[in-house]
C-alpha cells in the first residue's frame, strides 16, 4: 500500500507531523479473509485521504503563501491589477502586519527575487500591507483562473441540472435562450453532494428482483396465541386485523416501526376462521366453527353476535367475504352453501348451490369479481361456477386446468384476470372474459413453483404482483410478476422466517405486505416500489 504513491510534505510541517501519526497498515496474514485484508487497506487508505485530500477548511490559503516561482520571473512590466475582493470577510487580520517593512531592493544574498514586487527601480520598501497586495497579484498573474472550484455565494439564475427523474432538464425558457445563444449559468449538481438515490423510483415495477425490506412484525406487540388465519387491511391501508383460533380479534395501526395495538375483542365462543371488514370499513365480519357469526363496529366499538340465519340449522362457516361493491356478504357454510347475506340487516338474501347437493358441489372456496356483480365459487372437483348476483343463479361453468381440484380462487382489483389455485400446487391465471364464456379457457401463465395445495391467493392493488401460499408445506410462498408471468426469484430467501404461511394480505395506499404463520406471527414487509402509492 505504501509504495503506491508518495506524498511530499516538505513544505508543510504540519501535515508531516500528521503523516508521522498515521500507523502503517497492520501486517497482511495468510490466514485473513479477503474481506478482511480489503478492510485493512481502505482503513488505512482512508487515514491518508484525510490528510491529503483536506476539507475546504482545513487547505491553506494560497493568499497566506509566498510563491517563490513566481518571483523568479523576469518580466519588469506593471504588475496587473487584482479583480474585485470576495464578499467574504477573513477570519482573522493580523495588526501587525501594517507595521512591517520588506526590504525589495535586492540587495541582500537570496533576496534579488522581491525586485520584481517594485513599481519603480527606485523603490526599496514596502508595507506589510503592500507587500501581501503585491503577492497577490504576482500569484495572480502567472496562475491560471480557479473561479471553477469556488462556491456560489448566491442562488444561481436556473438550475440546468437535476435529479435523474426522466424528466428534461432544461425548461423552455432556457432552451430558449439557448437557441439564442445565450450561455447558461450552471450551478453546482446537488446530487454529488449527498448519498441519496440518484435515480428515482422506476414507474415500471422491475420483473426479476423484488425489492422488499422487512420491518417490526405487524402484530409484535401482542400475537396470536395460536396460529394466524386472518390478516385484513382496512380500506385506507393503516389499520389491520389479525384473528385465529384463540377466539380475539385485534386491531393494529401500522406504521412499520412500533405497530400500536389499538384494541383487542374476546369472543369466548367463536374460533375465528376468517375474518374481514365492510366495503366502507366501518364494520368487521368474523366466522369460525359455530353456529352464530359476529360483527364489530369500529365506531361505536360494539361486539354484535349473530344467531345464525333464518331458515338455516348450519353449525359452522369457514369464510366470509365482502362483495367489493358493498351491501352484500358471501358466507361459505361447512354444508357446502354459500349464503348471501345483506351487510346492512345481517339477514339471509339468497343461498347459491348447485343442483345435487352432495359434497362434490360443495364450496370450498370463493371470490368475488372486481365490480361485485358476479361470485366465482369451486368445489371438490376443478369445475369453477360463475353466479351473477343481479339474478342469482349460475350462469356458467367452466373447468380449470391446474389439478383435480380447486383450492383458491382470486380476482385482480382492475377486473381483468381470475387465478385459481389447485391442490397439486399449481396457480393457472386467466383472462376474466374468457373465464365467462369458455368451457376450457386457456391460461395466459401456469406457475408450477408449489407442491401442496394452494390455500392462499392474493392480488396486489395494483394487479401487478400475485401472492399465493400453502399452509402445508414450510415456506410455500411465492410473489409472481403479473405482467412479466413469472415468479420473483431473490424472494423469499432461505432465512425468511415465513414457517407455516396461513394468510397473505396487501395493503392499499402503502406498499405493506402481511404475511400470517403458524406462530401467531403477522410478518410485515416493506415492497419497495411501491412505498410512495
Not at 497577490?136 to 471553477?148: A, E, G, I
Not at 354484535?304 to 367489493?324: E, M, N, Q, S
Request: net charge negative; glycine share 8%.
Amino acid at each position: 500500500m505504501d509504495d503506491i504513491f508518495e506524498i511530499d510534505a516538505s513544505g508543510d510541517s504540519d501535515l508531516r507531523l500528521k503523516l508521522a501519526r498515521v500507523p502503517k497498515p497492520h501486517k497482511l496474514t495468510p490466514k485473513m479473509t479477503t474481506k478482511q485484508k480489503r478492510r485493512r487497506l481502505l482503513e488505512h487508505e482512508k487515514e491518508l485521504s484525510e490528510l491529503v485530500f483536506q476539507s475546504s477548511a482545513d487547505v491553506p490559503d494560497a493568499d497566506d503563501e509566498e510563491q517563490p516561482e513566481a518571483l523568479d520571473s523576469d518580466d519588469d512590466d506593471a504588475l496587473p491589477v487584482l479583480p474585485q475582493a470576495s464578499s467574504l470577510q477573513a477570519a482573522w487580520v493580523d495588526e501587525d502586519d501594517e507595521d512591517q517593512i520588506i526590504d525589495v531592493s535586492g540587495n541582500d544574498k537570496g533576496k534579488s527575487r522581491l525586485r520584481k514586487l517594485r513599481t519603480s527601480r527606485a523603490q526599496t520598501a514596502l508595507g506589510g500591507a503592500e507587500y501581501a497586495a503585491k503577492l497577490r497579484q504576482q500569484f495572480s498573474s502567472v496562475n491560471p483562473d480557479v473561479s471553477w472550484a469556488a462556491l456560489p455565494d448566491k442562488p444561481a439564475r436556473r438550475a440546468k441540472h437535476t435529479r435523474f427523474d426522466g424528466e428534461a432538464a432544461v425548461d423552455a425558457e432556457g432552451a430558449r435562450e439557448e437557441a439564442a445563444g445565450v450561455e447558461e449559468e450552471e450551478e453546482p449538481i446537488d446530487f454529488l453532494r449527498s448519498a441519496e438515490p440518484v435515480f428515482g423510483v422506476s414507474a415500471t415495477l422491475p420483473r426479476d428482483v423484488l425489492s422488499v425490506r422487512r420491518l417490526t412484525d405487524l402484530n409484535a406487540q401482542e400475537r396470536n396465541v395460536s396460529l394466524t388465519q386472518a390478516v385484513e387491511w382496512h380500506p385506507n391501508g393503516k389499520l389491520a386485523l389479525t384473528a385465529g383460533p384463540d377466539k380475539t380479534l385485534r386491531l393494529f395501526r401500522t406504521d412499520g416501526a412500533d405497530n400500536p395495538k389499538l384494541q383487542s375483542i374476546h369472543l369466548p365462543k367463536l374460533p375465528i376462521q376468517s375474518a374481514t371488514f365492510s366495503h366502507d370499513g366501518a364494520q368487521v365480519f368474523m366466522v369460525g366453527r359455530a353456529k352464530h357469526w359476529a360483527v364489530f363496529d369500529l365506531h361505536s366499538g360494539a361486539v354484535h353476535a349473530i344467531p345464525g340465519l333464518a331458515g338455516r340449522t348450519d353449525k359452522a362457516f369457514h369464510t366470509v367475504l365482502a362483495c367489493p361493491a358493498g351491501g352484500t356478504l358471501a358466507l361459505l357454510a361447512e354444508s357446502g352453501a354459500v349464503l348471501l347475506v345483506s351487510a346492512a340487516s345481517k339477514q339471509l338474501i339468497a343461498t347459491l348451490q348447485p343442483a345435487g347437493g352432495g359434497s362434490k358441489f360443495a364450496t370450498q372456496c370463493s371470490c368475488f369479481s372486481a365490480d361485485g356483480e358476479y361470485l366465482y365459487t369451486s368445489g371438490e372437483g376443478s369445475t369453477v361456477r360463475v353466479w351473477d348476483l343481479r339474478r342469482r343463479c349460475c350462469v356458467h361453468t367452466w373447468s380449470d386446468r391446474g389439478g383435480l381440484r380447486v383450492t383458491s380462487l382470486a380476482a385482480s382489483p382492475d377486473g381483468a384476470q381470475l387465478a385459481a389455485g389447485s391442490d397439486s400446487g399449481a396457480v393457472n391465471l386467466y383472462r376474466t372474459a374468457d373465464a365467462q364464456l369458455q368451457a376450457k379457457p386457456r391460461s395466459l401463465k401456469e406457475f408450477l413453483n408449489l407442491t401442496s395445495a394452494v390455500t392462499t391467493l392474493a392480488y396486489h392493488p395494483s394487479s401487478e404482483l400475485l401472492g399465493f401460499a400453502s399452509k402445508y408445506t414450510r415456506r410455500a410462498m411465492r410473489v409472481a410478476h403479473v405482467a412479466a408471468g413469472q415468479v420473483f426469484a431473490n424472494w423469499p430467501t432461505g432465512r425468511s422466517p415465513l414457517n407455516y404461511v396461513q394468510a397473505t394480505a396487501f395493503a392499499p395506499h402503502s406498499g405493506y405486505m402481511a404475511i400470517g404463520n403458524d406462530q401467531g406471527k403477522v410478518l410485515l414487509y416493506q415492497l419497495n416500489h411501491f412505498a410512495g402509492m
